[in-house]
């Protein structure tokens, strides 16, 4: 029926798989995992009510600092959030300052 006189028959019908070889090469270039704005401290738990419904935690989610605004219903349960990095605390601090300056003056 078929005719492989020329090549091997196996090769031919079957793929030969490759085997991986193991790499050296690291999986980042840079890699700023323990450098995450308290990785290293234990922070405990923090909650502060901003009123109507408002809350801002500190809280730690899988080994890493966040710092979280909630809104939450009347029975407890969470609407919405918003988690920022404990690292960019100072960097959203400093958004804050330039928001509430530029509003004062249509307040």
């Known amino acids: 029926m078929f005719d492989f006189?020329?090549?091997?028959?196996?090769?031919?019908?079957?793929?030969?798989?490759?085997q991986k070889r193991g790499c050296d090469k690291p999986k980042y270039d840079?890699?700023?995992?323990?450098?995450?704005?308290?990785?290293?401290?234990?922070?405990?738990?923090?909650?502060?009510?901003?009123?109507?419904?408002?809350?801002?935690?500190?809280?730690?989610?899988?080994?890493?600092?966040?710092?979280?605004?909630?809104?939450?219903?009347k029975a407890g349960e969470v609407k919405n959030r918003f988690n920022i990095p404990l690292i960019q605390l100072d960097t959203f601090y400093k958004g804050i300052e330039t928001m509430m300056a530029y509003v004062k003056d249509y307040r």
């Open 5 to 18: 006189t020329d090549n091997d028959e196996d090769a031919f019908l079957i793929a030969s798989k490759k």
């Open 30 to 73: 840079l890699n700023l995992s323990t450098i995450d704005g308290g990785a290293e401290k234990n922070i405990p738990s923090y909650v502060i009510n901003l009123g109507k419904g408002l809350l801002l935690e500190v809280k730690c989610f899988r080994g890493s600092y966040y710092v979280g605004l909630s809104k939450v219903g």
